[in-house]
């Protein structure tokens, strides 16, 4: 899984968000290492509801604009599961890696 959908189905782990409320979550999550474009975000959540880990919660009219809101579906939810736990495995190996190799000499 690559990180932008990692990180978008991340920020609908907790609560269905709208467009603006993903970009501001992924921001967050990633402590402002990733910024997502609008583009990104929408091709992204298209292909994810045709995947069928995400899908939409409802839509509302604000200040005359349509805003959409996604939701996680039970197939999202497993998929971040999984990939939550395979990230998790990587790191504690590499940590033990690091854990038993020596320090690099500095000069």
Known sequence: ?????FLILTALADTPRHGYG????????SGGRVSLLT???????D???????????????????ARRYYRLTASGRTALTEETARLRQLTTAAERRLALAPRPRTA
């Open 22 to 29: 993903i970009l501001h979550e992924v921001a967050e999550v």
């Open 47 to 65: 292909r994810l509801s045709a995947e069928g880990l995400v899908e939409l919660d409802r839509e509302e009219t604000v200040d005359g604009r």
């Open 1 to 5: 899984m690559r990180e932008p959908t």
């Open 39 to 45: 583009g990104t975000l929408y091709t992204a959540l």
